[in-house]
């Protein structure tokens, strides 16, 4: 995309919003959500976070990035498990069903990364209640997907859960959690063949179901995005896995490291950088690079000057 028109948006960006008439509103760390009885109103802002802290700056094009990610991922999946979208009335917006979330998070892992790959690294051969075999590398592909659950902490960082333990706590019944760990692992298969379309592998990736009103199972959040999800590029993967070399990744991993350069990790006493417009500008560059490189699509777009007026007359319009 032309860096004039993204440097053109730096000024137009959703740094939040606040559309009080469609119900009462939370604010995460990247959308705003509005509830009206059984509707949600997701609005999907320009707000990035890193380390657990939101970020100063906003980046041009990243919610309508996310936003159309999510949308296309959830369209392609529908044939295999119902989710909560009604519509996509905006770039930014998603209208979804309120649901009852489950409460626990369904992670996927293909491959031996992240936190898997620093539990089997201290010598942890178990994971969740599955097994890992010996003599597996970082970014080792496992014998089969996994699935590794894990509790949603409304503080700090997600633990680990099996099955078992996810049952006895009450979380969840025996049946339902069989019935999302089989759509969890329908959606990973099918999400690796996309990607793999696409000259990419997924790596891992978590799933995030809930019960709409009438009680039927749906997931939820988001699907395949790369906030949720971990790409490898396949080309250059046995390559690098001979060599005992860091993959090539599809992430926004670039950010992380772009503040650890710059002395912050989230840490107590470290101060929160800002980003300068040049930065930003190549953020934009790069989410826009994920959403084309995962979707096979070209990224169109929308630079309305006002984007919240924007997202108003679209809601408007659909109601």
């Not at 509005?34 to 802290?53: K, M, Q």
């Not at 859960?161 to 339902?176: K, P, Q, V, W, Y």
């Amino acid at each position: 995309m032309d860096t004039a028109l993204i440097r053109q948006q730096l000024d137009r960006t959703i740094r939040s919003t606040r559309l009080d008439a469609l119900g009462e509103r939370y604010e995460g760390k990247v959308r705003d959500t509005y509830r009206r009885d059984d509707e949600l109103v997701l609005v999907t802002t320009d707000r990035i976070s890193a380390f657990d802290h939101v970020l100063r700056q906003t980046i041009p094009f990243k919610g309508q990035v996310l936003n159309q990610i999510a949308a296309h991922f959830f369209a392609a999946t529908e044939d295999l498990v119902p989710n909560h979208v009604r519509s996509v009335p905006d770039p930014n917006v998603t209208v979804a069903t309120a649901c009852t979330p489950i409460p626990i998070e369904f992670v996927v892992r293909g491959y031996l990364a992240g936190h898997a790959w620093r539990v089997y690294r201290d010598g942890g051969r178990t994971l969740c209640g599955q097994s890992l075999p010996d003599g597996l590398q970082e970014a080792s592909k496992l014998p089969e997907p996994v699935l590794t659950p894990a509790t949603k902490a409304a503080e700090g960082h997600d633990e680990d859960i099996s099955r078992e333990a996810a049952i006895a706590r009450g979380l969840i019944d025996a049946e339902t959690f069989d019935q999302l760990e089989s759509y969890a692992l329908a959606l990973f298969a099918s999400g690796s063949a996309m990607a793999e379309a696409q000259g990419l592998l997924l790596v891992d990736t978590k799933y995030e179901f809930g019960r709409t009103p009438d009680g039927t199972l749906v997931v939820i959040d988001e699907v395949h995005t790369p906030d949720s999800s971990r790409y490898y590029y396949a080309d250059t993967y046995d390559e690098r896995l001979a060599a005992d070399a860091p993959q090539r990744q599809l992430s926004k991993e670039f950010v992380r490291e772009w503040l650890m350069n710059h002395g912050f990790q989230g840490k107590a006493g470290q101060t929160l950088p800002d980003l300068p417009d040049d930065f930003r500008v190549t953020v934009a560059e790069r989410y826009i690079e994920l959403y084309e490189a995962l979707t096979g699509q070209a990224f169109t777009p929308d630079t309305h000057p006002d984007p919240e007026a924007r997202i108003r007359a679209a809601l408007t319009q659909q109601a």
